[in-house]
């Protein structure tokens, strides 16, 4: 059974940091394409990063690039987000992805985690 675990998120101050954490079973990380999306209320699901199983490039979004690291850990099966100077805006349900692609298109990954809630407020 294809499974996709996200944990890490929760309320932070703006500016402060949160490192997201998404296992993997029933399948190897490695394989596939990785990502993570987000979706903020009212708004469509947005790729954030993502690391292409192909050449083992990595895309960010404009709105994470410099703040956002994506990465992975072939030996725990796990991909991690570690998200620096976080603003209001980055306000969200962040989703890990797993799939057979070389893009970070939303469309392309059918098995993703439940969701974890990022909330930067003071």
């Known amino acids: 059974q294809v499974q996709l675990v996200e944990s890490g998120g929760g309320l932070v101050q703006p500016g402060g940091s949160l490192r997201l954490s998404c296992a993997a079973a029933g399948f190897t990380l490695d394989h596939y394409t990785i990502g993570w999306f987000r979706q903020a209320p009212g708004k469509e699901r947005e790729g954030v990063s993502c690391i292409s199983s192909l050449d083992g490039s990595i895309y960010y979004a404009d709105s994470a690039k410099g703040r956002f690291t994506i990465s992975r850990d072939n030996t725990k099966n796990t991909m991690y987000l570690q998200m620096n100077d976080l603003k209001p805006e980055d306000t969200a349900v962040y989703y890990c992805?797993?799939?057979?692609?070389?893009?970070?298109?939303?469309?392309?990954?059918?098995?993703w985690g439940q969701g974890t809630q990022v909330t930067v407020s003071s």
């Open positions: 992805t797993a799939g057979i692609t070389t893009r970070c298109v939303r469309t392309d990954f059918a098995s």
